[in-house]
């Protein structure tokens, strides 16, 4: 029974898929339609999406192949 169950990062991968090449269409198509319905979803989507990439670009290997998210830091 457990060879039919999915792993989490194919769950993810098919997620990933699904929101790129039908979710975030659909709503830049529904934002043309109708702006003043859709305008405040699609940005609130594109932050989200904006916001989760950065966190995946900070994440590095530090020198014992560990992986870290990296600080930010101010000068």
């Given at each position: 029974?457990?060879?039919?169950?999915?792993?989490?990062?194919?769950?993810?991968?098919?997620?990933?898929?699904?929101?790129?090449?039908?979710?975030?269409?659909?709503?830049?198509?529904?934002?043309?339609?109708?702006?003043?319905?859709?305008?405040?979803?699609?940005?609130?989507?594109?932050?989200?999406?904006?916001?989760?990439n950065e966190l995946?670009?900070?994440?590095?290997?530090?020198?014992?192949?560990?992986?870290?998210?990296?600080?930010?830091?101010?000068?």
């Amino acid at each position: 029974m457990k060879k039919d169950l999915a792993s989490a990062s194919r769950l993810k991968r098919e997620s990933i898929k699904e929101i790129n090449e039908n979710l975030v269409g659909y709503i830049n198509t529904m934002v043309k339609v109708n702006p003043a319905t859709y305008e405040a979803t699609a940005k609130t989507m594109a932050e989200l999406i904006d916001k989760n990439n950065e966190l995946v670009k900070r994440r590095k290997k530090n020198k014992r192949g560990r992986y870290r998210i990296g600080v930010k830091t101010t000068c």
